[in-house]
């Protein structure tokens, strides 16, 4: 570098004005960690050189990553007009627009980009990361793809890949994406942080222990590592060692909603976290916060004020976050599709119809279906069940919805085509459990949608129907922030929703044989617990096991967002919870009239 410094600079003794000259000098600068003296420069041979298209695409490079994103716009444009049919400068545009959230506009950028170099990997990415913002998530897999076919060493494009895989249930093609990019990247904290995401999905968390820990060991910065070590030992019950982490995350970094929002889902909030409180009501009023981060912190919010018994603070903190979330979420609830949707399972799986399917079906007894509305008590019912010595959980695998596209909509299904849904499926349940139980719930609440298909696959298994008071269950959905589906954020939308699962419960009971579906009231388990459980017992073929009345002291990992409360001592506080918030229930009101 020394050498290459002492050239340039007898190059511009001999031509002050050589552009070539100055922009090495310029590199220099930054490789030797100068990045403002690098800008300085820059902005010195643009302003001397002010047709240099190599200048003008190098400043506009740096203030698109590093600087001010409006002003790179201005250079990329001014670069378009020296060489309007060059890829770099429509790329460069494009990026800029992306990092500035106009995705549209970025997105013909990459396009006409690639009209001119269809080759270049970088832009087929980008095309990527402006397609899944737009939600045209299948046109998003496919530029990742075609990015990672024409450069697989494009680490990035397996990181955005992996993210859709998760959003869409793929863990085992996120595990792969995430396994490559730390390939890729050994050496990275960002890369030891996505294969610990990754080993966290697949249960393997000693492994992912181990990768989070080195990630925050090269970068000790990196909040986001601790948080999610944290939610790894959560999940396994190792709250006090949860606690440590999330204190050590807190002091790096007191300024992340998602941090706040991790320690209040994972303890009861008391008076003595006054202080805590209070730091979280000025985060939420800062207003370089983002809207997904607000919302986040009104959840957190909410439910601590929701522990603290202060429910009119807490019910506004929560219709500030489903506000915001109903704002955020790309795909905008169907109430006429979700209507649709049901009435043609009703008019399709008819008695004489789920008859003729079954012959197809596999005779495993090993399956056991824990299904009803979100937040209904189904991760309670699974700890409970899972604590008997021949029954292991698989939790939310959410596989079954996607495999059964297929086959079950025509009237004689290929018996190959279910046999491979059976085997795919078994090797699935058995990787996410114990295999040699001969019983493994998968305690996917959606699943209800497509139970006529699930059982005339497995026409032997039992189910588990989760069932809650109606006000209590949608109370509960609307104040819990993970994962929640689209209809959640708005109290008109829950009311329509939960009708709409009311109608193809009763539905799929009307066509399954007698004994297949066990309904399980979430109050009567919390108050007389041991009758309940031999009922369940009975329904599954299993004896009895006194383990089952101890579910808190089942390690089985929970990640979902009851967590905590799974792992406690049932309590009846959760039980007509609604009553607190009956002065605003709204909409919601309405199912109090359900007979119930």
Same mark, same amino acid.
């Given at each position: 570098?020394?050498?290459?410094?002492?050239?340039?600079?007898?190059?511009?003794?001999?031509?002050?004005?050589?552009?070539?000259?100055?922009?090495?000098?310029?590199?220099?600068?930054?490789?030797?960690?100068?990045?403002?003296?690098?800008?300085?420069?820059?902005?010195?041979?643009?302003?001397? !050189?002010?047709?240099?298209?190599?200048?003008?695409?190098?400043?506009?490079?740096?203030?698109?990553?590093?600087?001010?994103?409006?002003?790179?716009?201005?250079?990329?444009?001014?670069?378009?007009? $020296?060489?309007?049919?060059?890829?770099?400068?429509?790329?460069?545009?494009?990026?800029?627009?992306?990092?500035?959230?106009? !995705?549209?506009?970025?997105?013909?950028?990459?396009?006409?980009?690639?009209?001119?170099?269809?080759?270049?990997?970088?832009? !087929?990415?980008?095309?990527?990361?402006?397609?899944?913002?737009?939600?045209?998530?299948?046109?998003?897999?496919?530029?990742?793809?075609?990015?990672?076919? $024409?450069?697989?060493? $494009?680490?990035?494009?397996?990181?955005?890949?992996?993210?859709?895989?998760?959003? !869409?249930?793929?863990?085992?093609?996120?595990?792969?994406?995430?396994?490559?990019? &730390?390939?890729?990247?050994?050496?990275?904290?960002?890369?030891?942080?996505? $294969?610990?995401?990754? *080993?966290?999905?697949?249960?393997? &968390?000693?492994?992912?222990?181990?990768?989070?820990?080195?990630?925050?060991?090269?970068?000790?910065?990196?909040?986001?590592?601790?948080?999610? @070590?944290?939610?790894?030992?959560?999940?396994?019950?190792?709250?006090?060692?949860?606690?440590?982490?999330?204190?050590?995350?807190?002091?790096?970094?007191?300024?992340?909603?998602?941090?706040?929002?991790?320690?209040?889902?994972?303890?009861?909030?008391?008076?003595?976290?006054?202080?805590?409180?209070?730091?979280?009501?000025?985060?939420?009023?800062?207003?370089? @916060?983002?809207?997904?981060? +607000?919302?986040?912190?009104?959840?957190?919010?909410?439910?601590?004020?929701?522990?603290?018994?202060? %429910?009119?603070?807490?019910?506004?903190?929560?219709?500030?976050?489903?506000?915001?979330?109903?704002? @955020?979420?790309?795909?905008?609830?169907?109430?006429?599709?979700?209507?649709?949707?049901?009435?043609?399972?009703?008019?399709?799986?008819?008695?004489?119809?789920?008859?003729? %399917?079954?012959?197809?079906?596999?005779?495993?007894?090993?399956?056991?279906?824990?299904?009803?509305?979100?937040?209904?008590?189904?991760?309670?019912?699974?700890?409970?069940?899972?604590?008997?010595?021949?029954?292991?959980?698989?939790?939310?695998?959410?596989?079954?919805?996607?495999?059964?596209?297929?086959?079950?909509?025509?009237?004689?299904?290929?018996?190959?085509?279910?046999?491979?849904?059976?085997?795919? %499926?078994? +090797?699935? *349940?058995?990787?996410?459990?114990?295999?040699?139980?001969?019983?493994?719930?998968?305690?996917?609440?959606?699943?209800?949608?497509? *139970?006529?298909?699930?059982?005339?696959?497995?026409?032997?298994?039992?189910?588990?129907?989760?069932?809650? /008071?109606?006000?209590?269950?949608?109370?509960? *959905?609307?104040?819990?922030?993970?994962?929640?589906? +689209?209809?959640?954020?708005?109290?008109?939308?829950?009311?329509?929703? &939960?009708?709409?699962?009311?109608?193809?419960?009763?539905?799929?009971?009307?066509?399954?044989?007698?004994?297949?579906?066990?309904?399980?009231? %979430?109050?009567?388990?919390?108050?007389?617990?041991?009758?309940?459980?031999?009922?369940?017992?009975? /329904?599954?073929?299993?004896?009895?096991?006194?383990?089952?009345?101890?579910?808190?002291?089942?390690?089985?990992?929970?990640?979902?967002?009851?967590?905590?409360?799974?792992?406690?001592?049932?309590?009846?506080?959760?039980?007509?919870?609604?009553?607190?918030?009956?002065?605003?229930?709204?909409?919601?009101?309405?199912?109090?009239?359900?007979? &119930?």
């Amino acid at each position: 570098m020394a050498e290459a410094e002492q050239l340039s600079n007898q190059t511009l003794a001999a031509d002050p004005n050589h552009a070539g000259a100055k922009l090495m000098l310029v590199r220099l600068a930054a490789a030797q960690s100068s990045p403002a003296l690098a800008e300085q420069k820059l902005r010195q041979v643009v302003a001397a !050189h002010p047709d240099s298209f190599e200048g003008l695409m190098t400043l506009a490079w740096r203030l698109c990553w590093e600087g001010d994103v409006d002003e790179a716009i201005s250079f990329c444009k001014r670069a378009l007009q $020296l060489r309007p049919n060059s890829s770099p400068p429509h790329y460069q545009l494009g990026c800029c627009y992306n990092r500035k959230g106009r !995705h549209a506009e970025a997105l013909l950028c990459f396009e006409k980009s690639l009209a001119i170099n269809p080759s270049a990997a970088i832009a !087929h990415h980008q095309r990527g990361v402006a397609l899944r913002a737009l939600n045209r998530v299948p046109e998003a897999a496919e530029a990742f793809e075609k990015a990672l076919s $024409l450069d697989p060493k $494009l680490a990035a494009a397996y990181e955005d890949m992996g993210e859709i895989y998760l959003e !869409h249930g793929n863990v085992g093609g996120a595990i792969s994406c995430f396994k490559k990019f &730390y390939q890729l990247e050994p050496r990275s904290a960002k890369g030891s942080y996505l $294969l610990g995401r990754a *080993l966290v999905e697949e249960r393997r &968390y000693e492994e992912a222990d181990r990768a989070l820990r080195q990630a925050f060991a090269i970068d000790p910065k990196m909040v986001a590592a601790r948080i999610l @070590l944290a939610r790894s030992l959560q999940n396994r019950g190792q709250a006090a060692l949860a606690e440590t982490e999330l204190k050590k995350a807190m002091a790096i970094d007191p300024y992340r909603p998602d941090l706040y929002c991790t320690v209040v889902m994972g303890t009861k909030i008391t008076p003595q976290d006054g202080e805590m409180i209070a730091s979280m009501v000025r985060l939420s009023k800062e207003p370089w @916060l983002s809207p997904a981060a +607000t919302s986040t912190l009104h959840f957190a919010l909410g439910k601590a004020y929701d522990d603290l018994g202060e %429910y009119q603070k807490a019910i506004k903190s929560f219709d500030s976050a489903n506000e915001l979330q109903e704002r @955020l979420k790309p795909g905008k609830f169907d109430s006429v599709k979700l209507k649709s949707t049901v009435d043609e399972a009703i008019a399709w799986f008819t008695n004489e119809r789920m008859q003729s %399917y079954t012959k197809f079906g596999s005779d495993s007894e090993k399956p056991v279906f824990i299904v009803g509305m979100p937040r209904s008590g189904t991760t309670l019912l699974e700890q409970i069940v899972s604590s008997h010595t021949d029954v292991s959980a698989a939790g939310e695998l959410g596989v079954m919805n996607a495999m059964l596209e297929g086959p079950f909509n025509q009237e004689s299904p290929k018996e190959s085509e279910v046999q491979a849904i059976v085997q795919k %499926y078994l +090797t699935s *349940l058995e990787k996410s459990a114990n295999p040699d139980s001969s019983r493994i719930t998968e305690k996917t609440p959606g699943n209800y949608e497509v *139970l006529g298909p699930i059982l005339a696959t497995f026409p032997r298994a039992k189910v588990l129907h989760c069932r809650r /008071h109606p006000v209590d269950n949608c109370i509960s *959905l609307y104040t819990t922030p993970f994962m929640a589906p +689209t209809f959640a954020h708005n109290k008109k939308s829950l009311v329509f929703a &939960y009708k709409q699962y009311l109608r193809i419960m009763e539905h799929w009971k009307s066509v399954l044989p007698p004994g297949t579906i066990l309904d399980v009231n %979430y109050e009567d388990v919390v108050r007389d617990r041991e009758p309940i459980v031999r009922q369940v017992l009975e /329904h599954l073929g299993l004896e009895w096991d006194e383990a089952c009345m101890h579910h808190d002291k089942n390690e089985n990992a929970i990640s979902t967002p009851s967590l905590w409360q799974a792992r406690q001592p049932i309590f009846t506080s959760s039980v007509a919870r609604w009553k607190n918030y009956e002065p605003w229930l709204g909409p919601l009101a309405e199912l109090l009239e359900l007979d &119930y």
